[in-house]
């Protein structure tokens, strides 16, 4: 017995997913997060309606009940996603002319409490990004020179570079300047742009090249020619194994089992931004599509905004030596 035809809101969210590979060319990753949450509605309406969807099912009455009981059982940013995901999707049906009327014009979103951003102190960060080579042996007793070589390497990228875990791990040796001066990145979106590499991300780039054969499979003899990070296995290495290994040394030796790569991305744009770099400067370096992206990615210390309103404004110093320690009301004169 053939399957049956799909039905025309099955047809229209492929011909949506069709469009976010081929012509916005979003990354697997938001690929497969869009096919999840429309597919979620989906089963949601096929259930309520109870026969084959038409996309003039999908109202926004309907809307509103499927986030009703989505709200009672994931948490407020998943819900914000889909929600995001769906209006994504009825835009493009829109632009179409699939549909007359956009029911998720009006349709709310929930507001999220954004937490607090983790990031890791200068000092903190340079030990972890450190550890491989100093302290690895103690944690991660059983991984050869070559591992910790690459260890350092990675951490140093993703201190000294600001790159994603998922950037890293997909760097192959081609996208390596001569000089190891530059990397080029494939970002979000399929875009890519030019990072540079510092000095010391250089130098361990430079010792983990000359240890990356001995990391070819123990059995087989056989290494990946193009990925840059390789597993001991000789293949190239997934971003969970980053997740982890960030984890174990960020416990190690910061004592921080919040930690993870992002945090130490974050950490890089913290520490440029406190030593004057420009925020658009910084935009540029982690591949942000806008300026508000790169805010919220950076932490000022309550010191760092006194020295720049010291710094900035005509008034602050003065104010601040004229006023007496010991007297909470004293003022500065007015001229």
Known sequence: MDDPAPDPVGVASERFLAHLRSERRVSPHTLTAYRR??????????????????????????????????ARRVSTVTVARKIAAVRSW??????????????????????????????????AANEVVEAPTKVGASVTPRASEAVRARDRAMFE????????VSELVSLDLGNLAPNLSEVRVLGKGRKERLVPVGSHAAHALAEYLCARTALAHPKLGTIDDRALFLSHRGVRLGVRRVQVLV?????????RADLHPHAIRHSCATHLLEGGADLRAIQELLGHQTLSTTQRYTHLSLDQVLRTYDKAHPLARSQRVRAAPTDPDARPKQG
């Open 37 to 70: 949450d429309l597919t979620d509605l989906e089963i949601y309406a096929r259930e309520r309606v109870g026969r084959p969807l038409v996309l003039a099912d999908l109202s926004k009455v309907l809307l509103r009940a499927w986030l009703g009981q989505l």
């Open 90 to 123: 009825f835009r493009f049906l829109e632009r179409r002319g699939d549909i007359r009327e956009n029911p998720t014009t009006l349709l709310g979103s929930p507001r999220i409490r954004r937490k607090f951003p983790t990031f890791l102190g200068i000092e």
């Open 157 to 164: 990228l993703l201190y000294g570079s600001g790159l994603r």
């Open 247 to 255: 984890d174990r040394y960020g416990t190690f030796v910061a004592g």
